[in-house]
């Protein structure tokens, strides 16, 4: 069942965009991880200082194995030098995964047919 995290994380105005780019390598090192679906980090582009965080993962032990891994620990560290302000941050189990869009381009609210 995949795993999603979204959320936000506040800093420094000032010292956000630096807090992504060098955690450049943590980030690259966590996209190799077995079972990393997807792994972002963007600042907003109308809020100062805020990066939203997107990350999805097959499941609860491709999760489980990045909170093991050194980047993780890593990222963590390195994240509390740039002015860290707060965060929220949760997880998703997805039980049903589905196109937003049908094969005409309509947006869908059901799960049904295909699959992403």
Known sequence: MP???AG???FDPARAEAAI???EPYIEASRREKGCVAYNWALDPLVPGRVHVYEEWDDEAALAGHFRDESY???RNHL???GLIGSSVRKYRCDAVASVYDSQGVPRLDFQGEGE
């Open 80 to 82: 509390g030098q740039y």
């Open 3 to 5: 795993i999603l995290i």
């Open 73 to 75: 620990l890593s990222m």
């Open 21 to 23: 780019r060098e955690g």
């Open 8 to 10: 936000t994380i506040d």
